[in-house]
Nanobody
């Protein structure tokens, strides 16, 4: 069992930055690939970024590539998402996710966090 708790969301103006964190419980954090997903009002949950177990490989959705950076600290059991040059269309609830395999699908996610709201004003 892995419990995930996100933090760092908030209200920011367009062009600004936020850093999301996801704290994981348990000793098996490094056994999971980790990812970020987001869900805007009235839309389906969508993939944002994923990082493999060691942190050596990452992959991003085209909509955030070059602006967002995913990273992890296995010693601290923590996942991060640095978000720069934020746009109003980035407004969503952001979810941390743990999955056994490295990939982008939401159906293969084993554990979800409760989500943190990010609102970008124009």
């Amino acid at each position: 069992q892995v419990q995930l708790v996100e933090s760092g969301g908030g209200l920011v103006q367009a062009g600004g930055s936020l850093r999301l964190s996801c704290a994981a419980s348990g000793r098996t954090f490094s056994s999971y690939a980790m990812g970020w997903f987001r869900q805007a009002p009235g839309k389906e949950r969508e993939f944002v970024a994923v990082i493999n177990r060691s942190g050596g490989s990452t992959y991003y959705a085209d909509s955030v590539k070059g602006r967002f950076t995913i990273s992890r600290d296995n010693a601290k059991n923590t996942l991060y998402l640095q978000m720069n040059s934020l746009k109003p269309e980035d407004t969503a609830v952001y979810y941390c996710a743990a999955r056994r395999t490295y990939g982008v699908g939401s159906k293969e996610v084993d554990y979800w966090g409760q989500g943190t709201q990010v609102t970008v004003s124009s």
